[in-house]
């Protein structure tokens, strides 16, 4: 598999914002249980990154924030296709559009760039986090569980080779996909948590003076990533499930 990948979160505010994307590549072994139902194991990799000097907002030209972080994706999803569809079974349809749901396991890991080196941002707590001031914002987890949903077309070539293209949306339930969530902190509290790397980085507007519990990002708001992909696919099977089968040959 091989495509793009993407994400939607306080520093970009849309999954299809197309200089944000990144090659993105995967593997995928799929069962297919009969001609409307399969179940997919995946493996993805990906990279999400955004700028707020991108944005024409002139509140998030004064944040002046940016990020990359590097997803690495293993999920298991039901597939459902439309159309009675498998690869190696010539009296299915040719072509059938499909949509997929499951649950994924993913490491995300924000870094910014200070001075020509991508910094890891998670560690120095840039929000406060793990601060007695702030007993309510603990570090977050860099590996997490997402529900992802989409959809796309299956097309068979012959009995061995198919081709899928699909787009997957995936629901998160961390708002620090970017390392963006909640306010500004006092910098004597990001001296103390983070050391000076996180006082510059977590105000990087062009006169870095924010006042404390100003607006930084839109809490509760938890971000979204994208991956937008082509496959190609062998079929390593010579039989294939009909769920109508057995009744034929009771006809016969």
């Known amino acids: 598999m091989g495509g793009v990948s993407s994400y939607k979160g306080d520093i970009n505010e849309s999954l299809f914002q197309t200089e ?60 459902f296709n439309f159309f009675p569809f498998q690869t190696s079974n010539p009296s299915s349809y040719g072509a059938t559009p499909f949509l997929f749901v499951g649950v994924s396991g993913y490491r995300f890991n924000p870094k910014a760039n200070l001075d020509g080196e991508w910094v890891e941002l998670q560690p120095l707590a840039t929000e406060g986090q793990g601060s007695s001031i702030y007993p309510d914002r603990k570090k977050y987890n860099r590996t997490q569980i997402a529900i992802p949903l989409g959809g796309g077309f299956k097309f068979r070539f012959n009995k061995k080779f198919g081709m899928a293209v699909e787009m997957g949306a995936r629901k998160t339930y961390t708002d620090y996909l970017d390392d963006v969530s909640t306010t500004y902190v ?62 034929r040959s009771k006809l016969r």
């Open 20 to 79: 944000n994307f990144h090659p993105s590549f995967g593997l995928k072994f799929r069962r297919c249980f009969n001609n409307h139902w399969s179940f997919a194991l995946t493996g993805m990799y990906g990279r999400i990154s955004a700028e707020d000097s991108l944005s024409d907002v002139e509140f998030k030209l004064n944040r002046n924030l940016s990020f990359r972080s590097d997803i690495i994706e293993i999920s298991g999803r039901f597939e």
């Open 186 to 247: 006092d910098k004597s509290i990001l001296l103390s948590n983070g050391g000076p790397e996180a006082v510059i980085l977590a105000d990087r507007s062009p006169t870095a003076d924010i006042a404390a519990n100003k607006q930084r990002g839109v809490e509760g708001d938890n971000d979204w990533y994208m991956f937008a992909m082509v496959s190609i696919t062998f079929s390593w099977s010579k039989k294939y499930t009909d769920n109508c089968s057995p009744f």
